[in-house]
Every structure is written in C-alpha cells, then in structure tokens.
C-alpha cells in the first residue's frame, strides 16, 4: 500500500470530520436520535420517486412520530440538507449509486429530498433493466442507480449461473462516474429459491457453495482491486455504505420474545446498541483498511440499528413483514445528510 495515498484518505476523512464538527476529531457517525419538529425534510406524498416497498405512509402507517428523529451527533452539528446547493455544485456531474435494494432505498431518498427543495425542475428519466437515470435538467445533474447486488459478476454459462468472485465487468461504466455510492451485503446469505446462481467461482474452481462470509470478503478484495486499479480518484469521489441491519430479534434491542419490527415506533435510546455490531462490518472496515486509494465510509449501522421503528413492517405495497428495507421519508434520509455533509467537504 502506498503511504502516501493512505496518507490522502486519512486526510480527506479528517477534513470531513472537521468540517461537519467545527473541531478536529468529532465522529459524525457517533450520536443519538432526537426528536425535531423540522422534520421530516419533505412530505413522502409529494415525492413521485418512492416505489410502493417503502411508501409507509400511503400504505396506511398510522403513527408518525418515526419521521420526526434527526440524527445528532454527540460533539458537533450536521449541516441541514440544501438541495439546491447539492445540484449548484454537482452541475454536469454524474452520481451513482451501485448495490442491491438497499441502494434504491437511499437512492430514491435522495431524489425525494432534491425534488423537495426544486418541485418545478423538469427530471428527464433513462432507464434499463439494472440501470436508471434522473437528470435535473435545469442543473445538468444525474442521479443514477446501477442494481448490482453482489458487485461482482454472475454469468450464464453451460452448467448454469455463476458467481465469479474474481470477476467485476461493470467497472466500465462506473468509473465514468463523479460520485459512486457502493453497498452489498444483504443477498449474500440468500438461499433457493430466491438464491440467484447456481455455482460459485474462485479462479478456475467452482463450487456448488461455501462459507458465505468468506464469498463476501473474495468479493470486497476484488472490487478494491478495481478500486486501486481502475479509478481516477482525482476525477471520482468514492463511498461505501455501511452494512444495513435488520429488526427481527428483539432481544438485540433488550426486548425479549419479539420477533420483528412491527410493533416499534421509537428509536433505542442512547447511542449504544445492545446487540453489538453484525459480523459484515468487520469484513468490511478489513477490506476498506487495505484499499489505498481514498474511499468514504459512510458508517450508518449503529445510528440504523437505533432505528428499530423505521422499518415498512406490513405498511408497504407488498404487504408482508418487512425489518430489512426503511420507509421513505425516514432513516435513508440521515444518510443522505452523512453523504451531503462529506461531500461539500
């Protein structure tokens, strides 16, 4: 690894750090839940980007306290969210997210929040099968989704779908990009039916399975190959999103026998989390401690496992016990607020 780049990511966190904070050393990510008649930053009814997964309040959420939480952290302020400043420096630029469905949710958050600040700006919209596109004509931005929920490939071949560990194609149309946003995780442990491949490739060996965290792992070191190979940092501006939790255990909150997000309509108070941090943010923060190009975590694990009352649960066009995705307007909201304030930094 080269000191002097590792040097460079250090440096560009602590600019960040220092910026969010006024003063050297305060954590963002490090706070608690408050409540704020401010918010929400803007009325989900008026948004035409939700999609009905994480619609709550059209699908008949009946309380609304969970929308009114800002987060706070403990030794310095956030700046407020101003969309029309975000589109005012990203002028002509191009901002994807790359990841699973967890990606939608902050994705489409995002385009809620600068619809919110310009409901008159004409969006012109593209998309495809694994790509979409919202470009604010009036600024030349692009806000960009590209469904990629392993990073890493999977093709079809003679013996069926594989998942090759070692191989990342889309790297093309990524690093085109002024801003990537990358997230995976939450398919990994997906089983049949829902499982989408068939073997696993690592080099020349296939396998029918393995360890998936193991999977996971193989496949974070080749997209930081990618990352210190291909990308042009001084053109491009690299995130990672933190792992994602899930509320189906009460006990990881102090509330024995419940058995997922239904019923919660507050935050865990504090800024602890009982059940401790899940085992994919390790591996994750070991991958990203050996990338030498800079790369932004934007670490929202605890300040979401907080956030045990933010969940869809049955208040979503689906209709079925959701505590993995997040309502819109709520949570994603806040890691938007995280992305904004390193990123004018």
Known sequence: MSPGRKILGLFLVGI????????????PYIGK??????????????????????????????????????????HCDLPRFDGEEFLKRFREKKIMFVGDS?????????LCMLHAALPDSTVIQQSNETFRSYTFK????????????????????????????????????????????????LWWN??????????IQIGNQRVKD??????????????????????????????????????????????QGVKNCGNETSPVAGSTYPG???????????????????VHLINITTLSQLRKDAHPGTYSGLREMDCIHWCIAGLPDAWNQLLYAALIS
């Open 102 to 110: 967890i990606s939608i949710n902050q994705w489409e958050s995002l």
């Open 33 to 74: 839940w408050v409540l704020d008649s401010a918010y929400p930053l803007y009325n989900s009814s008026e948004c035409p980007f939700i999609r009905k997964e994480y619609d709550c309040i059209k699908y008949g959420r009946p309380d609304r306290r969970y929308l009114q939480f800002r987060w706070q952290p403990l």
């Open 276 to 294: 401790g941090l899940p085992a994919a943010s390790f591996t994750l923060q070991k991958v990203l401690n050996g990338i030498s190009n800079p």
């Open 138 to 185: 009036e600024y030349g931005t692009s806000v960009m989704l590209c469904l990629n929920h392993y990073l890493v490939d999977i093709e079809e071949e003679d013996i069926g779908r594989v998942l090759k560990l070692d191989s990342l194609k889309s790297g093309d149309l990524w690093k085109e990009m002024d801003v990537l946003i990358f997230n995976t995780w």
């Open 16 to 27: 960040f750090i220092g910026t969010v904070t006024g003063q050297t050393g305060c954590d």
């Open 210 to 255: 393995m360890d998936r965290m193991k999977a996971f792992e193989h496949a974070l070191r080749t997209w930081a190959k990618w990352v210190d190979s291909e990308v042009d940092t001084h053109k491009t501006t690299l995130f990672f999103q933190g792992i994602s939790p899930t509320h189906y255990n009460g006990k990881d909150w102090n509330e």
């Open 190 to 199: 997906r089983r049949q039916p829902g499982q989408p491949w068939d073997y």
